[in-house]
């Protein structure tokens, strides 16, 4: 199936989804949105898949919200066509019966790491950063964030970093748990699909 703000591609037994908006920083659309559910769907109905990777290639993981959509969010009917179909998309990827692998480079924020936060594995490569931006301009996380967050880094670490609103380091996002996986920088993809050879091998 062809996409347009997502690339595909099969490499062994994994099913790698490459978020590719490069001009806008791989922000999700409602578009990108359903391209990724399309995919991953597809991906988990597929005997010869057993794992699927979500990337955003090598400069960035995902700005986040794509916010000239979300900024026309004007009434509840709008906010659930555009949060919504995030947090369904979330709740997709943790469902899943094969496990779903973010392999993170370069900055991964607010939307972009609930994103990553709903996979079962983060692979953070040296260099990647992350944060969840909304209270800078008085929102909230829309995609989930606020309650992955304590989950993965207790209620400390993720009141910090969501009043503060700082980005924070991948050997910081490792160290309080919100990585599983640090790597060197150019790596994460290339250890995210060794973590699907091992599922094979399981």
Known sequence: MAYENIQTQQDGPAFVVTIHRPDKRNALSLQTMDEITGAVRAADADAAVRAIVITGGTQFFSAGADLNEALQVKSVMDGDAFFGR??????????????????????C???????AMACDIRVGAQGSSFAITSARIGTVAGFGG???????????????????????????????GLLTRLVEKGQAL????????????T
């Open 86 to 107: 995030a947090n369904r998309l979330c709740a997709l990827l943790e469902s899943l019966g094969k496990p779903v692998i973010a392999a993170i480079e370069g900055f």
């Open 109 to 115: 924020i607010t939307g972009g790491l609930e994103l």
């Open 146 to 176: 606020t309650q992955r967050l304590p989950r993965l880094v207790g209620p400390g670490h993720a009141m910090d970093m969501l009043f503060a609103a700082e980005t924070v380091d991948a050997d910081y996002a490792f160290r309080i």
């Open 190 to 201: 290339a250890e995210a699909k060794r973590l699907a050879l091992q599922v094979v091998a």
